[in-house]
């Protein structure tokens, strides 16, 4: 994802939450024809080249359609959808777990329907806003040679041996919601609790920084200028395995915060039946199992066999997927303009 995270609040804030309004899927959609083109935003990369390998081809195949791609971060695309809702260019929308919930209230995107055939198989959590196509916890990571023991609740941070050392995620996006709202639920708290977090966060200060991305992140690991933070376990794990062996993912006895990316039809697609058979085909195992092996993201269905050793890097089965902590983003949303000041104030400041 490459828009920064300051720049995605800005996004999600100015492009407004509308009045709630939902959609069912439209009772006749076509069937898709030679020729046909469906317009997928999604980021660029690991990604952009798994769904080409194992959705695109096999789509391509089956139907002879075009597939075209708008690649980057979900504030950009976000923007363009609602700026084009009801008549929109894009057929599929990938986007993160509470920009999906909310554009489904804003009649932006569409409820996930049995139309897609392996929604049947979803776990619940994957089913809002949306059809999960991967499940991307945040949780803390930090370097397990600086640490007395190892980290096993969300409170561990508060520890005084951590004091000065801890690389805060800045702002509001997925990682710096995570931290604040995994605060409230290890002090006993809720959503509704912003006063007691934020009394919380700045006991924790001096931070050694504010990060602002993963890359600037490992990079003050690397250079030990910040020894813990809170981070998607994915990117993680993969900076554990190619750089830096020192950091651990910790898992939380309170749990770890649910992230998910999801794919999302728009309202007034003109390939329905395309952009369904396009969701099906990442929901498969195929495509599944390259998030899991190339990208380390968790499979989001319950019918795909993984290997054992990506089991233990992963989120797998019903029992581990329930662990995963939800928020109320609805009430987040709602507040968000109102906490990013009082963040940029109280916490960064």
Known sequence: MTISRRKFNKLIVGAGLAAPFHIIRPAAAQEPKKGDELVVGIWGGAQERIVKE??????????????????????????????????????????????????????????????????????????????????????????????????????????????????????????????????????????????????????????????????QLFEMFDQKLADLSVEFGSFTQSYVESRNPNIAIAAPSEGQALSMNVACITVGTKNQKLAEEWINLHLSEPCMLAYAREIYYSPTVNNITLPDDLKKKLVVGESQVSQLVDFDWDYINANRAKWQARYDREIAG
């Open 54 to 215: 194992y959705v695109e081809k096999p789509l391509v195949e089956k139907y002879g359609c075009k597939i075209s791609y708008v690649l980057g971060g979900t504030g950009d695309r976000r923007a363009r959808a609602y700026a084009e809702r009801g008549r929109p260019s894009f057929d599929v929308l990938y986007l993160n777990i509470f920009e999906s919930r909310q554009a489904v209230k804003d009649g932006v995107t569409q409820e996930p329907t049995a139309a897609v055939k392996n929604f049947e198989a979803l776990y619940p959590s994957a089913r809002k806003g949306g059809y999960g196509v991967a499940f991307n916890p945040c949780t803390i990571v930090y370097d397990k040679t600086k640490a007395s023991k190892p980290i096993t609740s969300w409170k561990d941070m508060w520890n005084p041996e951590w004091k000065g050392r801890i690389a805060w995620p800045d702002g509001l996006g997925a990682e710096g919601i995570s931290a604040l709202m995994m605060t409230a639920r290890a002090f006993g708290g809720t959503e509704k609790d912003f006063d007691m977090v934020v009394d919380k966060v700045k006991q924790l200060k001096p931070f050694a920084a504010i990060q602002a991305s993963q890359a």
